[in-house]
């Protein structure tokens, strides 16, 4: 079992960049697939990027070239770097843990909102 707990969550303007941190404890963090996700209001969950144990990536089309997912095993740290900002990419950005591989696991942190705005 893993707890995760988001947090670089915040106000920025368009173009602006922030950087969202994941951090986990209660197990052994290098073998989940860590994805981060995010849902606007009255939309559905959607992924943004996500990594495997193996270190290989994942992104949709919407975020590539923008956001930058990295993790530091030893910290039990995921990090989403989120640059080129647009008011679309406002909303709740949630981490995501899988031990199995790919796909949606049961593990979700409690969520860190990102508005984008002027």
């Known amino acids: 079992q893993v707890q995760l707990v988001e947090s670089g969550g915040g106000l920025v303007q368009p173009g602006g960049s922030l950087r969202l941190s994941c951090v986990a404890s209660?197990?052994?963090?290098?073998?989940?697939?860590i994805g981060w996700y995010r849902q606007a209001p009255g939309k559905q969950r959607e992924l943004v990027a996500a990594i495997n144990s193996g270190g290989s990536i994942n992104y949709p089309d919407s975020v590539k070239g923008r956001f930058t997912i990295s993790r530091d095993n030893a910290k039990k740290t995921v990090y989403l770097q989120m640059n080129s900002l647009k008011p679309d990419d406002t909303a709740v950005y949630y981490c995501?843990?899988?031990?199995?591989?790919w796909g949606r696991g049961d593990y979700w942190g409690q969520g860190t909102q990102v508005t984008v705005s002027s």
């Open positions: 209660g197990s052994i963090f290098s073998i989940y697939t």
């Open positions: 995501n843990a899988n031990p199995l591989g």
